[in-house]
């Protein structure tokens, strides 16, 4: 725990609009060296698509976000399903926690809605933050403050790669292939 202060001191800010200091990778060896063993297990776990199947990571943060992700996914699973018209198969669990999260569904609900998909992600990601910060609560220096910070690396590093030039790249590219594939 004491050399956790040390870890979090030294890591540079992430803010937005700015590009970022530091990478996962980077953060990942850096922390390596601060982490105990049963930490670096749980940072290993980190991620920002949540797996199906409820595993507890050791960190009730990191569980909660795990959970939290993974409900915002199965919401916009059964949304997307339902414009489709088929069926989206949940099991009781599932249901139930998108029952009880309704804000989760609700958030879900507006992103499935925007037209833009980039807006819609931009969305997504807003309402991820805005979970961290949540969840942050007074955790500063300790290994839950360590969990945010990679998360929030994860999160910044996903939403970089989502621009306005990247979008009409792939557009053309999947245009061009259209095309290629009629004539």
């Known amino acids: 725990m004491a050399y956790y202060y040390y870890l979090m001191a030294q890591l540079p800010a992430i803010l937005p609009g700015t590009p970022l200091a530091c990478g996962f990778d980077e953060f990942y060896e850096l922390a390596s060296r601060y982490l105990s063993r049963r930490d670096q297990k749980i940072l290993d776990r980190l991620t920002l698509e949540a797996p199906r ?7 009730q943060l990191a569980d909660e976000w795990l959970a939290r992700e993974r409900s915002l996914r199965l919401a916009l699973a059964k949304i997307r399903a339902t414009k489709k018209n ?10 139930e926690s998108l029952g009880t999260r309704i804000s989760i569904s609700r958030a879900a609900s507006t992103a499935a809605s925007n037209e833009n998909p980039l807006e819609a992600e931009q969305y ?20 839950e403050a360590v969990f945010i910070y990679g998360i929030s690396l994860l999160l910044r590093e996903r939403s970089d790669l989502f621009t306005v030039e990247t979008g009409r790249d792939a557009y053309s590219t999947i245009y061009t292939q259209i095309l290629g594939e009629e004539a």
Not at 53 to 59: A, F, L, N
Not at 86 to 95: F, G, K, P
Not at 124 to 143: K, P, T
Request: proline content about 3%; cysteine-free; overall charge negative.
């Open 53 to 59: 199947d409820t595993i507890p990571t050791g960190s």
């Open 86 to 95: 088929r069926s989206q198969m949940l099991t009781m669990d599932e249901t």
């Open 124 to 143: 997504l990601i807003a309402v991820r933050m805005s979970w961290l910060e949540e969840l942050r609560g007074n955790h500063f220096f300790d290994s």
